[in-house]
């Protein structure tokens, strides 16, 4: 079956050559990964301990740092739709999760939803597509438990202090949201200052989740 596999990826390969989505290099069709060798080496880990948010208890992990291809590859993925790196991204994300079982306690699976109107002018929810492989790897179903109720500033154009203010009151937990009692993993592509996941968090607490774990892709310093 394996060997199936491989003569249909090269045959594939011949009509359909595979690309590096950092660098356009072509790729081997048998290389799983999505990314060539050089652009994955230049994908750094994120090496320092979880983060604390301002809600007690609550603790962010992030699997690589939010600079260099990672970064670009992350604007390809929100603002030019392309969708398809999400299986990078999820890798990634599934080999962190290897290194850090406590994130494989979650009874619930979720991500920060966007607003209904920046769900029309992006299409999709790109949070919400990482989760549903993370959920896959936990062998849950991903929730759409939280909805923004107001539209706010793009976080990344706002000081540390705004956008502490920016969110207030904009997340609330869905009716039937079923997190009562149960512990929680909130999902988000990109952590920096943790305003959004720090509201999102509280939301679910006030809403009947036992705990909150976040995990984001990336982490920016």
Same mark, same amino acid.
């Given at each position: 079956?394996?060997?199936?596999?491989?003569?249909?990826?090269?045959?594939?390969?011949?009509?359909?050559?595979?690309?590096?989505?950092?660098?356009?290099?072509?790729?081997?069709?048998?290389? +799983?990964?999505?990314?060539?060798?050089?652009?994955?080496?230049?994908?750094?880990?994120?090496?320092?301990?979880?983060? @604390?948010? @301002?809600?007690?208890?609550?603790?962010? $992990?992030?699997?690589? &740092?939010?600079?260099?291809?990672?970064? /670009?590859?992350?604007?390809?993925?929100? $603002?030019?739709?392309?969708?398809?790196?999400?299986?990078?991204?999820?890798?990634?994300?599934?080999? $962190?999760?290897?290194?850090?079982?406590?994130?494989?306690?979650?009874?619930?699976?979720?991500?920060?939803?966007?607003?209904?109107?920046?769900?029309? /002018?992006? @299409?999709?929810?790109?949070?919400?597509?990482?989760?549903?492989?993370?959920?896959?790897?936990?062998?849950?179903?991903?929730?759409?438990? &939280?909805?923004?109720?107001?539209?706010?500033? $793009?976080?990344?154009?706002?000081?540390?202090? @705004?956008?502490?203010?920016? &969110?207030?009151?904009?997340?609330?937990?869905? +009716?039937?949201?079923?997190?009562?009692?149960?512990?929680?993993?909130?999902?988000?592509?990109?952590?920096?200052?943790?305003?959004?996941?720090?509201?999102?968090?509280?939301?679910?607490?006030?809403?009947?989740? +036992?705990?909150?774990?976040?995990?984001? &892709?990336?982490?920016?310093?």
């Amino acid at each position: 079956m394996q060997e199936l596999k491989a003569i249909a990826k090269n045959f594939i390969n011949l009509f359909y050559p595979l690309h590096c989505p950092g660098c356009s290099k072509q790729l081997d069709p048998l290389d +799983d990964r999505g990314l060539c060798a050089h652009c994955v080496a230049s994908i750094k880990p994120n090496a320092m301990p979880p983060f @604390e948010l @301002e809600t007690p208890a609550i603790m962010a $992990y992030s699997a690589c &740092l939010y600079e260099g291809t990672l970064k /670009e590859l992350i604007h390809g993925f929100k $603002y030019r739709g392309r969708v398809a790196l999400s299986k990078i991204f999820i890798g990634i994300m599934t080999d $962190y999760m290897k290194e850090n079982p406590e994130l494989k306690a979650a009874g619930v699976v979720t991500c920060v939803p966007l607003h209904r109107s920046r769900m029309r /002018e992006r @299409e999709f929810n790109q949070s919400m597509s990482i989760a549903r492989g993370i959920a896959k790897e936990l062998a849950l179903s991903a929730k759409d438990t &939280l909805e923004k109720t107001k539209r706010t500033n $793009y976080q990344n154009e706002l000081t540390k202090s @705004e956008r502490l203010t920016n &969110l207030k009151g904009a997340f609330r937990v869905r +009716d039937n949201a079923g997190i009562e009692g149960k512990s929680v993993l909130l999902i988000d592509d990109v952590m920096t200052t943790g305003a959004t996941l720090n509201e999102c968090g509280a939301a679910l607490l006030s809403g009947g989740a +036992d705990s909150v774990t976040c995990f984001t &892709l990336a982490r920016g310093i």
